[in-house]
């Protein structure tokens, strides 16, 4: 990126002044840019463990009478819902 700056630059200006300031700009644009990306990476990964730590802590805790669903009644429901789509479908095609 930077010999593409400076090559771009000199056939511009034509001037090797206004090159060297323009990639060293460039370069420290860069260099910032990189610095400022690496500390929001560490930002995010230490939210994302804390929220983890939260989604954890508030898993373990048991709600009182709550019960998983039965397997036949989970089964039952979706083979309703799919009855009911299908009967949806076919009132559809007809005029």
């Known amino acids: 990126m930077l010999c593409s700056t400076a090559l771009t630059v000199y056939f511009a200006s034509h001037s090797l002044g206004t090159v060297v300031v323009t990639t060293l700009t460039c370069s420290l644009l860069l260099q910032l840019a990189y610095f400022a990306s690496v500390l929001?990476?560490?930002?995010?990964?230490?939210?994302?463990?804390?929220?983890?730590q939260r989604a954890e802590h508030f898993g373990s805790c048991k709600?009182?009478?709550?019960?998983?669903?039965?397997?036949?009644e989970v089964t039952n429901e979706s083979a309703d819902l799919l009855r009911r789509d299908q009967m949806l479908a076919i009132s559809l095609l007809l005029p």
Not at 40 to 52: H, K, M, N
């Open 63 to 72: 709600e009182v009478g709550s019960e998983p669903p039965d397997l036949d």
């Open 40 to 52: 929001f990476l560490i930002w995010r990964s230490g939210s994302d463990s804390r929220a983890g």
